[in-house]
């Protein structure tokens, strides 16, 4: 125990180290900027758009709490899977693997798989409403379209790991710079956004219905499975001392990102409250949101709300693809072609729009079901990471157990929730 309380002091106290400058601080950490920012990006998906956009039209700016809430849960949840494939070696899956029965990891793949197609199902119906919304594309040809855009992606994985973590963070930056000018052009009330900010509030149950599926839309299962996966690439030394600046230098990455997606959802709920709200506009479809941003705003603000959807909508499928080849490999070591997966995650969205299904009713359809997947990931990492003999130096502590066990607890509970007033309403 005194060992490990003298490496985090070496490390995080920089009296005990040659002075190093803040050029080469700043390059040190760059080399471990990049996985956050892809897991990132399943909080701004298309799921997110369809719940902040609701809230913020119905209820002003009383439910911008919950993006908070949910973002200091995913901030923990994040740094869990980190430190878990730091500590290991391995991924979620490829641990499940190793400790859990073989049937019991088939059921893990099946559910996984599952949780897999609902997110990529969301997210490829956000990247074809973009593409509709802004160059008047039929569905379904938008909807082909999408599914190229995302392979194209998806390929460049074969030029590194850090390759596609510039390009996914490019795209998040395109989904900033949207919204930012969104704010801007929607003059909010910053008082008002920055009280509800802070103070709780549920003006009735239908605020309720949507707090809670913002919190499903926020904390996604299959991301807590990828992180794991995409901080080996970094994995190259074992020793106690460079876990530790990893992790540390991991919080940080994951900090920035985090953060990063909590403004951009917070913008969402912003705007929609001095947009819609202020205009007595109950948005209902993801299409209307488009429409009337226009005549309020202006032309400027329809487009940049359909390029941050087709640009988030691009990005999360990516994402969905990675964590799914993950999610196949980890727990049963099955190697399907990402070809053959891509067509299969592909074919409900196809259906969907092939039926004229309501985008925004499937959005809520593929929330609920993550709602039933979510406890999984959490409870097998929650499991591993209290074993010291898996996880060495970085076992979870004590406090850190039970601060996991009750962001557990609080998000099956809301979930559990979701799905009650899913099905009552």
């Given amino acids: 125990m005194q060992g490990k309380d003298n490496i985090d002091i070496e490390l995080l106290n ?14 040190q950490l760059l080399k471990f900027i990049g996985p956050a920012f892809i897991i990132s990006v399943a909080y701004v998906d298309p799921g997110n758009f369809a719940t902040n956009i609701s809230g913020g039209s119905k209820f002003n700016y009383t ?37 859990f029965p073989k ?27 973009g593409l509709y919304l802004l160059f008047n594309i039929p569905m379904i040809a938008a909807g082909l379209l999408t599914g190229l855009l995302t392979y194209l992606i998806c390929y460049t994985e074969k030029y590194g790991q850090k390759f596609i973590e510039i390009i996914i963070s490019s795209l998040i930056a395109i989904i900033s710079v949207a919204y930012i000018l969104e704010l801007f052009l929607s003059k909010p009330n910053w008082a008002q956004a920055a009280y509800h900010t802070l103070i709780p509030s549920l003006p009735n149950s239908e605020a309720l219905f949507i707090a809670v599926g913002m919190l499903g839309a926020t904390v996604m299962p299959h991301v807590i499975y990828l992180h794991s996966h995409l901080v080996q690439y970094r994995c190259s ?47 209902d479809t993801i299409e209307q949101a488009h429409k009337s941003l226009e005549p309020l705003l202006g032309p400027l603000s329809s487009g940049a709300f359909g390029i941050a959807l087709l640009v988030s909508g691009l990005s999360s499928s990516a994402v969905g693809t990675l964590a799914g080849q993950t999610i196949m490999k980890g727990f049963v070591n099955l190697s399907i072609p990402v070809n053959v997966r891509r067509l299969v995650t592909m074919m409900p969205a196809l259906i969907i729009i092939a039926l004229g299904i309501n985008p925004m009713n499937a959005l809520v359809i593929s929330q609920v079901a993550l709602s039933f997947i979510l406890p999984f990931p959490i409870i097998q990492m929650l499991i591993i990471a209290r074993r010291k003999d898996l996880m060495g130096i970085l076992v979870n502590k004590l406090y850190i157990q039970i601060i996991g066990v009750l962001v557990a607890g609080v998000i099956i509970i809301l979930n559990l929730l979701l799905l009650y007033l899913t099905f009552i309403s």
């Fill in 237 to 283: 030394d074992t020793s106690n001392k460079c876990k530790l600046k990893h992790l540390h230098m991991e919080k940080i990455d994951i900090i920035i990102a985090m953060n990063l997606a909590f403004f951009v959802n917070a913008a969402m709920v912003i705007v929609s409250a001095a947009v819609f709200y202020k205009n007595n506009i109950v948005v």
């Fill in 103 to 129: 049937y019991a990891n088939w059921i893990f793949w099946i559910v996984a798989e599952f949780g897999a197609m609902a997110t990529d199902l969301a997210e490829f119906l956000g990247g074809t409403l």
């Fill in 14 to 27: 920089p009296a005990k180290h040659i002075h190093i400058s803040p050029i080469v601080k700043l390059r």
């Fill in 63 to 99: 439910l911008i709490w919950v993006i908070l809430l949910s973002n200091l849960m995913a901030i923990f949840l994040q740094i869990m899977s980190a430190k878990l494939g730091i500590a290991t070696g391995n991924n979620l899956p490829q641990m499940c693997s190793k400790i």
